[in-house]
């Protein structure tokens, strides 16, 4: 049927109506479709088809509603509304309810969208676009398609153009970020807030002293990595008072946000020796992005040393390379990551860096190649999570320089009486699993409320000096909400078995352990915080990080201080909760 109607869309006047005497002659089928033929175009320009359908000949106008489907062949996008109209003689197309327009990725939601077919433009009014990472609302939206299968066309840029609008993030631009570094509770509930909210025009009327407006944002949506570029953004202070940001602002959102290294520098995480700072220069390519980071670093003494980190990423790490080196202790560190097959077969290198897929925490190695595989199983007990299970095959060896005292203490007093405590090399393999019940009681509402599960973990080690060891550890972890405190404690039982020939792997939490993370959001300013574990058999702490978050809900200044690891981290986060006013953003479509 739908053939049928583009048909009559298209055919001339002359096919249309003849003399009146012609509708008794006997009707040559085989010339009517030879004339059909040669008039129809060789592509139609819009497909529609919907519940109900009707078409006014004289005027040849379509009226679809009902689940109403217009398909632009052309322009490689599928409009659906609840009643589109199409005027073939001058080629406009209107959609009316619950407009919804997708086009490569990007999908757009308006209440009312208008086509012109012939020119490859439309507009929409109230648009609201979803890509992944980010909601967009403004006034509205105007677009240029072309057709980038005509050769003429294959250098011309589809873009969507908003004007007056505002932009959420589900998570914060990390103007620097490491990927160990824990956020907040209070991070974390404004993530998991993002995610799910819609936005409004209200939301502009935020009660912070600073808010930000940007004068273009542009979201490249045909790229993976620094799709996301913000331009002259100003800093609002008050109601009458604004000044210039000096920060131009060019991201990655969306798959390509997490990477294993970004950059700049700032802090000691990166272990390159001393406090080490440096900012980030990088080139894009289509395989992925290489980076630069000239290092300046602080030592005791004083003592000045210099270096750098080169790096290259794919997006979403599936190939992830890192080298560098400091001066001042002469030391170099590097990382490899390649994804053989996803999750499922993956081969890691470090050298003088942390192992963050530890359950039992981040530990440091001096060199580490390993082939590992990463799942998650699901049972009925286990929350949504799952229960991670990984297995691993490695030759590693310790570098005990990568301590501090008090962290070669810890480590060292594991070990039986009588063995030394020096730096190992050798094969390793391993089993490690880990997970959170189903809770078994929960009460309360948003703001007071308390939920308890149990928490497991496990690993099993076998090394090539024959030694062998097991540990075990079960328990209750109670986690809740009092208002603007927000906390899990766990308290964890262990079994342990055998013993490593390794320092770096030690297992010191204890046979009995409390575990605490926790956040108290002083106010919408400033959030203190702590993560911490207490070995009861020792009586003492043996992991502990204090951090805090200062600045107003878009931006974020993250600091945090590892006082066992003596690592200091310094991050900002950029359009971290209430969305940002724009005058015009432009987004780039496939």
């Given at each position: ?19 009146s ?12 479709e ?62 009316f309810?619950n ?22 433009k439309?507009?929409?009014?109230e ?18 398609y ?18 007056n609008?505002?932009i ?10 490491y990927?160990?570094?824990?956020r907040?509770h ?41 799709n ?5 953004a ?13 920060v ?19 802090g ?7 406090f080490a ?38 997006p ?5 390379l890192m ?22 077969l993956?081969?890691?290198v ?61 480590l ?9 405590r ?15 019940t ?13 939920s ?10 076998f ?6 060891m ?18 899990e404690?766990d ?18 939490d204890?046979?009995?352990s ?11 300013w400033?959030s ?17 990080e ?35 006013a ?9």
């Amino acid at each position: 049927m739908l053939a049928s109607l583009l048909a009559l869309a298209v055919l001339p006047q002359s096919l249309r109506a003849e003399n009146s005497d012609k509708l008794f002659q006997a009707i040559d089928k085989n010339s009517i479709e030879q004339k059909t033929k040669e008039t129809l175009p060789q592509q139609a320009a819009v497909d529609i088809v919907a519940d109900e359908i009707s078409y006014n000949q004289e005027t040849s106008f379509y009226l679809a509603q009902g689940q109403a489907e217009a398909i632009l062949t052309e322009k490689n996008a599928t409009l659906f509304a609840d009643k589109i109209t199409y005027d073939n003689n001058t080629e406009l197309l209107e959609a009316f309810g619950n407009v919804k327009i997708v086009q490569g990725a990007n999908q757009t939601y308006g209440s009312y969208a208008s086509f012109k077919i012939d020119s490859g433009k439309y507009q929409l009014d109230e648009p609201r676009i979803f890509i992944p990472g980010i909601k967009i609302k403004a006034r509205v939206v105007d677009s240029t398609y072309y057709d980038k299968s005509d050769k003429a066309n294959k250098k011309k840029n589809n873009d969507l153009v908003l004007k007056n609008g505002v932009i959420s993030l589900d998570q914060p631009i990390a103007i620097y970020s490491y990927a160990a570094d824990a956020r907040t509770h209070y991070s974390k509930d404004i993530i998991r807030y993002n995610r799910t909210r819609s936005i409004d025009w209200n939301d502009l009327s935020d009660k912070s002293h600073f808010n930000y407006k940007a004068k273009e944002i542009f979201v490249d949506n045909t790229r993976k990595t620094n799709n996301l570029r913000i331009k002259g953004a100003r800093i609002k202070v008050g109601e009458h008072f604004s000044i210039p940001c000096p920060v131009h602002i060019t991201t990655s959102v969306g798959d390509g946000a997490d990477t294993r290294f970004k950059g700049p520098v700032i802090g000691n995480r990166e272990r390159i020796g001393g406090f080490a700072l440096g900012p980030r220069f990088y080139h894009e390519t289509k395989p992925g992005i290489f980076s630069f980071v000239p290092i300046i670093q602080l030592g005791n003494g004083p003592a000045f040393g210099g270096g750098g980190i080169a790096s290259f990423n794919t997006p979403g790490d599936t190939t992830a390379l890192m080298i560098g080196y400091g001066s001042l202790y002469n030391r170099v560190i590097g990382s490899a990551h390649q994804e053989i097959i996803g999750k499922k077969l993956q081969a890691n290198v470090l050298v003088n860096q942390f192992q963050t897929d530890n359950v039992f925490g981040s530990s440091q190695v001096g060199q580490l190649y390993e082939l590992a595989s990463d799942f998650r199983l699901f049972f009925p007990f286990i929350d949504e999570k799952g229960m991670r299970v990984r297995f691993s095959g490695d030759w590693a060896k310790d570098n005990i320089e990568l301590f501090s005292a008090q962290r070669r203490e810890d480590l060292s007093f594991e070990r039986e009486e009588g063995k030394p405590r020096e730096e190992h090399s050798g094969f390793k393999t391993e089993v490690q699993t880990s997970f959170y019940t189903e809770p078994v009681a929960r009460y309360g509402n948003e703001l007071y409320n308390a939920s308890l599960r149990g928490r497991g973990q496990g690993a099993l080690r076998f090394y090539d000096t024959g030694d062998f060891m097991s540990i075990a550890r079960f328990g209750p972890a109670l986690e809740a909400r009092v208002d603007n405190f927000s906390f899990e404690v766990d308290y964890l039982f262990a079994a342990i078995a055998g013993e490593s020939p390794f320092l770096y792997d030690q297992f010191f939490d204890g046979n009995q352990s409390f575990v605490f993370d926790g956040d108290y959001k002083v106010n919408q300013w400033f959030s203190i915080g702590t993560s911490m574990t207490y070995n009861v058999d020792r009586s003492r702490v043996v992991r502990n990080e204090v951090r805090t978050e200062v600045g107003p809900q878009d931006f974020k200044v993250r600091l945090s201080y590892d006082t066992i690891l003596n690592q200091v981290n310094l991050g900002f986060n950029m359009l971290f909760g209430d969305p940002v006013a724009f005058d015009q953003m432009r987004i780039r479509v496939e």
